[in-house]
């Protein structure tokens, strides 16, 4: 089932393979609209499936997505130890200075780990305030190419609901929130219990691998290989 999704894609966005060519040629005329081509009776029973199973990604692929907060997080592109940060970030339940504070657990200093600003680490200042997130947000903005506001989690996935992107645009920007998300907290983390600091170009490089690999993983990755990849940003605006 997963193969065929892959060559419904292809059929939709690379006209140029030699596979895809010959199924527009035989099957379609070359200019018709995938979506709307209904096959003829005598049809081989494949090119019928295929053309059922269109009929399922049609919404995904085409419409714009109308998602819930809650179901932004739980996108079947996200790993599920990012998905697990975000949702407790999303909930305000991170364990941050400012909460631990607020129920009675001592902490050396309340203040932000990854900055010099001297603020008080809460989930604004970690996540949308602090100079070190800031710059990792910045880079990975300008790779994705897209401008979004630099905001606290829940918010910054209530921006991404109400755009007017297609589903498979917000499922990637929500894996790219995932993984910042994720690695600022283990930077947070790891400077707190093992003294090391994290480098922000550190963190883009692996908020890159990590979104290129769940594209590759999924339905997606026929469609954006090679160097595209690159700039799969570029490429879902
Ligand atoms: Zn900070």
């Known amino acids: 089932m997963a193969s065929v999704g892959k060559l419904v894609l292809m059929l939709v966005t690379n006209k140029e393979m030699l596979c895809v060519k010959w199924i527009h040629e035989v099957y379609m005329k070359e200019d018709a609209d995938f979506w709307v081509y209904t096959p003829s009776n005598d049809c081989s029973w494949s090119w019928k499936n295929m053309n ?3 009929l399922g990604m049609e919404q995904w692929y085409n419409d714009d997505a109308v998602f819930e907060v809650h179901e932004l997080v739980w996108s079947r592109l996200l790993l599920p130890k990012h998905r697990s940060i975000l949702w407790l970030a999303t909930q305000r ?3 941050t200075k400012e909460r631990m504070v ?3 657990i001592t902490c050396d200093t309340a203040e932000c780990v990854l900055c010099d600003q ?3 680490e809460d989930l604004n200042h970690l996540f949308a305030e602090c100079d070190w997130v800031r710059d990792v947000w910045r880079e990975v903005m300008q ?3 897209i401008q979004a506001p630099h905001l606290e989690p829940r918010l910054v996935l209530e921006f991404i609901k109400k755009k007017h992107w297609c589903k498979m645009k917000k499922e990637v920007v929500v894996v790219v929130h995932g993984a910042l998300i ?3 907290w283990q930077a947070r983390n790891w400077k707190i219990f093992k003294d090391n600091i994290v480098d922000t170009s550190f ?4 908020i890159e691998v990590v979104v290129k ?3 590759d993983s999924s339905s997606l990755g026929l469609v954006y290989s090679g160097s595209t990849r690159r700039r799969i940003g570029m490429e879902l605006i």
């Open 143 to 145: 790779w994705l190419g």
């Open 203 to 206: 963190v883009v490089q692996q």
């Open 52 to 54: 059922k199973i269109k």
């Open 118 to 120: 001297e603020e008080m």
């Open 213 to 215: 690999e769940r594209i």
């Open 182 to 184: 994720y690695f600022t």
């Open 102 to 104: 607020g129920i009675g």
């Open 93 to 95: 339940k991170l364990l």
